[in-house]
């Protein structure tokens, strides 16, 4: 079955060790996004990439970082990861052409600073 | 200003009947998209239905249907015979023509059914 698919799935750092997440997808979808999602909240868009432009959110933090190194794979870098960015980390994927522009969500990653 | 209200942060319902979400947006594009997903507890946000505002008749998904009423605003979620396995949060969304890649998420619903 074509997916999204994340790894790892849990993620535990300390704080101030550098973490890298990854996303994978099997669609093809030229679009890939990186969502943060804390407790009890609705998921905020950090970035995501058309093709291989990247589009930073204003508000997101310097401290993350991303790399789309091919279609199918896009990474998520926290340089310097602090106890506020604990949460799930959510990739997503669609395709430009065409309505509706669905995104695909990946399982997460829940992300633990110590 | 919020684009997406949800007002029902958390719902009850017994297993095997009906139950609606309700969620008003807000823009000013004549061409725009809504969604609903669904999030379980382990994390994943599943697709479940999309309305698109020019679309003439209201989205269904199997027991997912999706009641549009464009003059109001509103694009409320209908899941009918529920399920244990509908206990999950609810997000419903829009994408704006002008602004195609991005999502804006209401607060969510958290559903719980009951047995």
Redesign the interface.
Known sequence: DAMVIQNPRYQVTQFGKPVTLSCSQTLNHN?M?WYQQKS????K?LF?Y?DKDF?NEADTPDNFQSRRPNTSFCFLDIRSPGLGDAA?Y?C?T?R?HG??????????T?LTVL | AQKITQTQPGMFVQEKEAVTLDCTYDTSDPSYGLFWYKQPSSGEMIFLIYQGSYDQQNATEGRYSLNFQKARKSANLVISASQLGDSAMYFCAMREHSNDYKLSFGAGTTVTVRA
């Open positions: 679009v996004y009890s909240q609705a998921p868009l995501h058309y589009n799930m959510l997503a669609s430009d309505d509706p522009h669905t995104q695909y969500f990946g399982p997460g829940r």
